[in-house]
């Protein structure tokens, strides 16, 4: 295995511990999951009971207040996409919707980074294809084991706006996303300037 595919590996895998990890202490710290159960491990990755709680799967705690005008740990569960987009798509149509996306956004990032040189015009490539196919797993493994992600960040201005809850898979997308354009913007610019030169 080249030295590409295993910084891939490396980003992609430290991506999903880490958002695993902060999902599965967000179980235990804002919400009552674990409460009586045999096995943590069994309710991380099993079934989740139906809802019940005000809509949730399993019923929060007080949130963690960082600041009280901007910041708090919350947790939420969103069935939906980004910003709880189509979340209200029923289940049946949702579900297989989510497969196909994330099956895909994988296969589109592999072949892009497949297509990579290893030329230094493309560094914002080689940390932000990583970033968004670690985030997209992250949050696909969500999907598969409990049907909905699990979200804890919330921001919020004076409790008068709010951004919507997200996680560690959500920010490493964004940034991934961010590098990736600014990775397309540097090679137009690139290509641009060579003619020039000439």
Do not use: C
């Not at 992250?138 to 049907?147: E, F, I, P, T």
């Amino acid at each position: 295995m080249s030295n590409k595919w295993v910084f891939l590996a490396v980003v992609a895998v430290t991506v999903i511990v880490v958002d695993q990890w902060t999902k599965f202490v967000t179980l235990e710290r804002l919400s009552t999951a674990y409460e009586g159960a045999s096995s943590r491990i069994g309710v991380f990755v099993g079934n989740a009971p139906e809802r019940g709680y005000d809509g949730y799967h399993y019923r929060p705690k007080e949130p963690i207040v960082v600041s009280d005008s901007f910041f708090r740990f919350r947790y939420a569960e969103n069935p939906g996409a980004a910003f709880g987009l189509f979340r209200n798509v029923p289940d049946h149509l949702r579900g297989p919707l989510f497969h196909l996306v994330s099956l895909g956004a994988v296969v589109l990032i592999l072949y892009y980074w497949r297509q990579l040189t290893g030329a230094k015009v493309e560094r914002w490539a080689k940390w932000g294809l990583p970033l968004v196919f670690g985030g997209a797993i992250g949050n696909y493994l969500d999907r598969l084991a409990r049907g909905f992600v699990i979200d804890f960040l919330e921001a919020h201005w004076f409790e008068k706006a709010y951004w919507p809850a997200f996680n560690v898979a959500d920010s490493a997308i964004v940034v991934g996303v961010g590098l990736l354009l600014v990775d397309s913007f540097v090679r137009k610019e690139t290509k641009v300037a060579k003619p020039a030169a000439a």
